[in-house]
């Protein structure tokens, strides 16, 4: 068994590998796991750590109330760092995407209270997502004057068609975990407090396969679906500057967070 759980004091990250299974959850339950650069940076260690202790599953979850309700627009001033600095960290967003779908392991995100913005598109970047019954999933990118990131632009089309990737993404529509079920958003839905169970269930399932088989049929689909993903990744980025840096985006999130009922605001950029 490998614990990394305090590897690092102010830690945003848990993270637990044993019997081939790696589990990483965001720990910040105070801000609704909302993410900032530092978890970013922290996730991305963890699946790497996740690779090196050749798990063959990845557990995805979030500690608290929520599975992750965006990224945290309290943590710094939209438009305000010079747009190298902006790049690089919309980059390393992006790369979440990358390496999640990328990975030689089996993702499953458990998402329970909010999938927010970037929390969605965490969670979409999974192989499979497990959500509570009362899960909530939105985009309220376009809302709040920014735009998505995670590739969400590709994946989400893809996953519930054209018509309602645009009532999720540009009318901010949010849907509880039992519609999202039905709409093909995500993989299981159960009562909240039986999703570990199925959780733990799909890893024996994947855990019982070989290792191999699942590892080539997993970059079968990836190469067959998300032929276009990389391209939508590189013009998220592109998107998400030039919405940062225009007048209309600091005054759309303070409506934004004054009026979504959130501590925590839900955009992805």
Known sequence: MKNHQDREPGSTIEYVAQDGVARIALNRPSRLNAVTPQLVRELLEAIEQA????????VLSGRGR?????????????????????????????????ELRGSPCCVIAQVHGYA???GAELALAAD?????????????????????????????????????ARRLMILGERVGGKQAYEMGLVSHVAAGS??????????????????GAVEGAKRLLEQGTWANLETAL??????????????????AQKR??????????GDAG
């Open 256 to 265: 934004f967070a004054a009026g979504c009922g959130l501590h925590v605001a």
């Open 51 to 58: 690779h090196r202790d050749s798990a063959r599953v990845i």
């Open 194 to 211: 039986d999703v570990p169970a199925v959780v733990d269930s799909l890893a024996d399932a994947v855990l019982s396969r070989p290792r």
């Open 128 to 164: 499979f997502v497990v959500a509570a019954e009362d899960a909530v999933f939105g985009f309220p990118e376009v809302e709040a004057g920014l735009s998505v990131t995670g590739g969400i632009s590709a994946i989400l089309p893809r996953l519930i068609g054209p018509a309602r």
């Open 234 to 251: 590189d013009a998220e980025v592109r998107f998400a500057l030039r919405a940062q840096d225009s007048g209309e985006a600091r005054e």
């Open 66 to 98: 929520s599975f992750c309700s965006g990224y945290d627009l309290k943590h710094e001033v939209v438009g305000s760092p010079p747009a190298d600095e902006r790049t690089e960290r919309l980059g390393r967003i992006q790369a979440l995407t990358t």
């Open 116 to 118: 927010l913005g970037a």
